[in-house]
């Protein structure tokens, strides 16, 4: 994972990490294409029931695997990314769809984003997976977008979950973002603590941790960690 390697590279720089990482995945992808839709397309048209026993666990894991490795080639593969959305029988491979769209970015995803809405909106836990898939889209559009969610009528600043499923995500799971070079996402987390520390203090804490690796960072972005 981009984390991983972030406390391995000196300074520290996720999103040169995640650049590199996306070239083989796309390599991959590259070689690996026919094979990937054939698994896809078998995928999509089994209707065995959903059960949680390891084999088929690892056939959803292989899924997902499969619709990342696809959505590393941009928005080429997006329609097919957006059909497994739509397809999608559990809710483990709604996500997994989801968060390969989110990494494309663009109308298909912003569709999936929407219909998502309308068929959880009453269901708190399964919002919360829906507002992090958001915060953790691997770019700055993810910055506007956590001002944005931080506003949305279902966001509680005195739900710890619900504040967690935002800027606990952006700040933990998207360090592309949250790194970056502009400095905006650490102001948005910074924000964010300041009006959660009056509200929660331990949770307040817990955000602030996403600062602790600031020392393995570039100097200008140090300069912006203290700013």
């Not at 695997?65 to 941009?74: A, F």
């Not at 219909?115 to 700055?140: G, I, N, Y």
């Not at 995500?169 to 790194?179: I, K, P, Q």
């Not at 603590?193 to 009056?198: E, L, S, T």
Request: include cysteine.
């Amino acid at each position: 994972g981009v984390g991983e390697l972030f406390l391995e590279m000196t300074p520290g720089n996720p999103a040169a990490i995640y650049q590199a990482k996306a070239m083989v995945r796309r390599a991959l992808a590259d070689a690996l294409d026919t094979e990937i839709h054939t698994f896809v397309r078998k995928s999509l048209a089994d209707t065995t029931p959903f059960t949680p026993d390891a084999a088929s666990a690892g056939r959803r894991a292989f899924f997902a695997g499969c619709l990342d490795l696809l959505s590393s080639k941009g928005s080429v593969n997006s329609i097919t990314l957006l059909g497994c959305f739509n397809r999608s029988r559990n809710m483990t491979d709604t996500m997994m769809a989801l968060r390969a769209l989110a990494n494309v970015g663009g109308e298909d995803f912003e569709i999936a984003v929407r219909a998502f809405e309308r068929k959880w909106s009453k269901s708190p836990l399964v919002m919360d997976k829906w507002f992090s898939v958001q915060a953790t889209q691997p770019s700055d559009d993810a910055i506007p977008r956590v001002q944005k969610l931080l506003k949305h009528p279902d966001f509680d600043w005195k739900n710890p979950n619900r504040v967690r499923s935002v800027a606990g995500a952006f700040a933990m799971g998207n360090l592309v973002a949250f790194h970056s070079e502009t400095g905006k996402g650490y102001k948005v987390l910074a924000d964010v603590i300041r009006k959660v520390d009056p509200l929660n203090g331990a949770l307040a804490a817990r955000l602030l941790i996403a600062f602790e690796q600031w020392r393995r960072l570039d100097d200008d972005r140090q300069a912006l960690v203290r700013k």
